[in-house]
Each structure stands twice: as C-alpha cells, then as structure tokens.
C-alpha cells in the first residue's frame, strides 16, 4: 500500500479526527496571522506617530549653576549660545530638524530701529 493510500483510508477510517484536526490547523494559522497583522500594525502607528509628531527640547540654562557662580565670582556669567554650539546640537543624531531663536530683550538708549528701503518705519514701544 503506497502513501496516498495509506493516508486516503486513515482519513475516511477517522473522519471527526481529521475535521477537528482540519479546524484546528484553520485556527491556528487564523491567531498566528492576526498576530503579525497586529504586530505590524502598531509598529506603522508607533512610526507614524513619531513620524508626524517629532519630539521637541528646550536648551535652557541651568540656574542652580548660574546661582553658584553668581555667589562664588560675584558676576552674571555669560549665558549665550555660540554657534560652534548651536551645530553641536544639530549634529546629534537624534535631532531630525532645529529652529533657533533667542528671547533677549534688549535695554539700550543708543540702539536705533531698523527699517528697510521702500517701507515705513516703525517704532513699537
């Protein structure tokens, strides 16, 4: 008796075996690529999200040091960023994309408003 046969007979013989059997593999093979479709289907959302919502930081000085200089030299130090650092920063592997603006106000009697040629000139106080 050849394989086919074999299996042909043992499959007739054990007929509810072989359904439930059927429906078992049909089962698993059914949880197994729910699985995967679910696993993929967060890590696209994961990578979306982090995609079109990238993570922002501040660089913000540290005043307990600024503090301590303060009491130990008796001077305001110099808080200003350079821009050797500034492309430190953006070197970063993590850093994607950059925008640098400074929020100093300015207290000076000589500094004069600046207006461009053809348009008027402005002074907001």
Same mark, same amino acid.
């Given at each position: 008796m050849?394989?086919?046969? @074999?299996a +042909?007979?043992?499959?007739?013989?054990?007929?509810?075996?072989?359904?439930? +059997?059927?429906?078992? *593999?049909?089962?698993?093979?059914? *949880?197994?690529? $729910?699985?995967?479709? *679910?696993?993929? $289907?967060?890590?696209?959302?994961?990578?979306?999200?982090l995609?079109?919502?990238?993570?922002t $930081?501040?660089? @913000?000085?540290?005043?307990?040091k600024?503090?301590?200089?303060l009491s130990?030299?008796?001077?305001?130090?110099?808080?200003?960023?350079t821009?050797?650092?500034?492309?430190?920063?953006? $070197?970063?592997?993590? *850093?994607r994309?950059?925008? +640098? +603006?400074?929020?100093?106000p300015?207290?000076s009697?000589s500094?004069?408003?600046?207006?461009?040629?053809?348009?008027?000139?402005?002074?907001r106080?």
């Amino acid at each position: 008796m050849n394989y086919t046969r @074999r299996a +042909f007979v043992s499959i007739c013989r054990n007929l509810k075996k072989t359904i439930i +059997f059927f429906l078992l *593999v049909i089962l698993l093979c059914t *949880v197994i690529g $729910a699985t995967i479709f *679910v696993n993929q $289907a967060v890590a696209n959302t994961e990578e979306n999200l982090l995609n079109l919502l990238p993570p922002t $930081a501040t660089v @913000r000085e540290d005043m307990e040091k600024v503090n301590a200089i303060l009491s130990d030299t008796g001077t305001w130090p110099d808080m200003t960023l350079t821009p050797d650092q500034i492309r430190r920063i953006e $070197a970063l592997p993590y *850093v994607r994309d950059y925008d +640098f +603006f400074s929020n100093m106000p300015f207290y000076s009697s000589s500094l004069v408003p600046y207006a461009r040629q053809g348009t008027p000139t402005e002074t907001r106080f």
